[in-house]
């Protein structure tokens, strides 16, 4: 398997898809985060790029074969998945996107119980190191993949956070600018 080590980064994994990141390398860090944290199951969201949803099947395939559940909360902001870790319990997340990248990078940023961020000095290396081994586990239960709509928490969420009986009726516009935003405010 081509595999390129650079895709590992301080605080998250990033590559060019599918020339340094492809459904293989997903599936592969799917089950490394199942094997390292031991978790029973994973928060997964994704933004709107266009290679998100392969990169969505692959890890997913990943995560499952190696025993734990999908919790799919859609497409979201990686505020929204940190939020959803956090306000449910997660044992684990992983958010599908390349951030502030161009549109041909994707990647993940993942994080454990109470939406604490991995990072190189905490989860990564470990996940990386199942990587370059290249070996799914086997004869483990499937895990399942159970959807769940965390918009209307998120909002009231956010909301939370201002008094909305202190602000005067006006009107606002808003422009996302492509990003996930686009999705998150509408409910708020």
Same mark, same amino acid.
């Given at each position: 398997?081509?595999?390129?080590? @650079?895709?590992?980064?301080?605080?998250?994994?990033?590559?060019?898809?599918?020339?340094?990141?492809?459904? *293989?390398?997903?599936?592969?860090?799917?089950?490394?985060?199942?094997?390292?944290?031991?978790?029973?199951?994973?928060?997964?969201?994704?933004?709107?790029?266009?290679?998100? *949803?392969?990169?969505?099947?692959?890890?997913?395939?990943?995560?499952?074969?190696?025993?734990?559940?999908?919790?799919?909360?859609?497409?979201? @902001?990686?505020?929204?998945?940190?939020?959803?870790?956090?306000?449910?319990?997660?044992?684990?997340?992983?958010?599908?996107?390349?951030?502030?990248?161009?549109?041909?990078? *994707?990647?993940?940023?993942?994080?454990?119980?109470?939406?604490?961020?991995?990072?190189?000095?905490?989860?990564?290396?470990?996940?990386?190191?199942?990587?370059?081994?290249?070996?799914?586990?086997?004869?483990?239960?499937?895990?399942?993949?159970?959807?769940? *709509?965390?918009?209307?928490?998120?909002?009231?969420?956010?909301?939370?956070?201002?008094?909305?009986?202190?602000?005067?009726?006006?009107?606002?516009?808003?422009?996302?600018?492509?990003?996930?935003?686009?999705?998150?405010?509408?409910?708020?």
């Amino acid at each position: 398997m081509k595999f390129d080590p @650079s895709i590992f980064k301080a605080y998250d994994i990033r590559g060019i898809v599918p020339d340094s990141l492809d459904k *293989n390398i997903a599936r592969l860090i799917g089950a490394g985060l199942v094997e390292h944290l031991d978790c029973s199951e994973v928060f997964v969201g994704r933004d709107m790029r266009v290679s998100g *949803n392969a990169l969505f099947s692959a890890l997913c395939e990943g995560i499952t074969t190696a025993g734990a559940d999908v919790i799919d909360i859609g497409l979201v @902001s990686t505020d929204g998945l940190y939020f959803a870790v956090g306000k449910f319990g997660g044992q684990a997340g992983i958010m599908i996107t390349a951030s502030h990248n161009p549109p041909e990078y *994707n990647g993940f940023k993942i994080c454990k119980a109470g939406a604490v961020p991995l990072s190189g000095s905490d989860g990564l290396p470990q996940i990386k190191a199942f990587v370059e081994n290249g070996v799914m586990p086997s004869g483990k239960r499937a895990g399942k993949i159970i959807a769940l *709509n965390i918009d209307e928490d998120y909002a009231l969420h956010c909301l939370s956070f201002i008094d909305t009986a202190k602000i005067r009726p006006f009107k606002i516009a808003v422009d996302a600018g492509n990003g996930m935003a686009g999705k998150t405010l509408p409910p708020i």
